[in-house]
């Protein structure tokens, strides 16, 4: 990949130390996306292969942002500390590494120390909320729709 991303020429080493210099590159790739079927449940299967450099003709793809690295011993930009999405931020936290990581104190100052207190979906809440007026009844659930029908007038 990365002679075909024009980093190094055929025949030269390439380190694991300029892995980053990979991100944002445009290349080929050939994908094949299905389901694949086992003891009667379908799972998700993928298979990405590189195929190739980008051919005559082809430009590499606009970058809509900037590529960041972002190290877990390391300092980081603030601008990538700013960036990172809350599921890449979940996925950080889980990894055995994260405690004590110099990400988790930029993490926290930049976004506080609700970054790592427990989800809002797991707290509980403080007391009851009082209020005017009769409770909501509970929606009832709708019947599902009759799709049997919607293929009738399909001309093909």
């Known amino acids: 990949m990365a002679v075909g991303a024009k980093i190094i020429k055929n025949g030269e080493a390439f380190l694991p ?18 389901f694949k079927e086992s003891k009667g449940k379908q ?12 051919g005559r003709g082809q430009k590499e793809a606009e970058q809509l942002t900037t590529p960041y690295v972002v190290e877990f011993t390391k300092e980081n930009p603030e601008e ?13 936290k889980r990894a055995s590494n994260f405690e004590g990581s110099a990400i988790q104190k930029q993490i926290e100052a930049f976004r506080g120390s609700k970054a790592s207190a427990t989800p809002a979906a797991e707290t509980k809440p403080e007391g009851k909320v009082k209020g005017k007026g009769k409770a909501q009844p509970a929606p009832q659930p709708q019947p599902a729709p009759d799709y049997g029908s919607f293929d009738d007038d399909i001309p093909f």
């Open 17 to 34: 130390e300029r892995v980053d210099e990979l991100i944002g590159k445009s290349l080929q790739f050939a994908a094949q996306v299905y």
């Open 43 to 54: 799972y998700y299967t993928e298979y990405v292969n590189f195929v190739g450099a980008l």
């Open 80 to 92: 990538a500390i700013r960036n990172l999405s809350s599921h890449v931020v979940n996925t950080m």
